[in-house]
């Protein structure tokens, strides 16, 4: 079993900066890959980044260049740096992580508003 918890998510003006933090606990060796997921009103939950437990990472278009995914191992924490944000990118954020039985589990979501 795998617990995350996350925190960072606000209200910020659009060009604004946030950054996201998502704490793991439990069997966190098992874990090969985690991710940032988005849920904006009325839309399904999509993945936009992830990095493996190798450290390497992945980002759709919308987000590469403005979000950086990172982690911080002797923390049990994964980070979204976000930048240059847009009213698109207002949505529930939710961590994600994947184990080697490839179980999924999530955390609880933190909610992103992007206004002028």
């Known amino acids: 079993q795998v617990q995350l918890v996350e925190s960072g998510g606000g209200l910020v003006q659009p060009g604004g900066s946030l950054r996201l933090s998502c704490t793991a606990s439990g069997s966190i060796s098992s874990i090969v890959v985690m991710g940032w997921y988005r849920q904006a009103p009325g839309k399904q939950r999509a993945l936009i980044t992830s990095i493996t437990s190798g450290g390497s990472t992945n980002y759709v278009d919308s987000v590469k260049g403005r979000f950086t995914i990172s982690r911080d191992d002797a923390k049990n924490t994964m980070y979204l740096q976000m930048n240059s944000l847009k009213p698109e990118d207002t949505a529930v954020y939710y961590c994600?992580?994947?184990?080697?039985?490839?179980?999924?589990?999530w955390g609880q979501g933190t909610q992103v508003t992007v206004f002028s």
């Open positions: 994600q992580a994947l184990n080697f039985l490839a179980q999924s589990y």
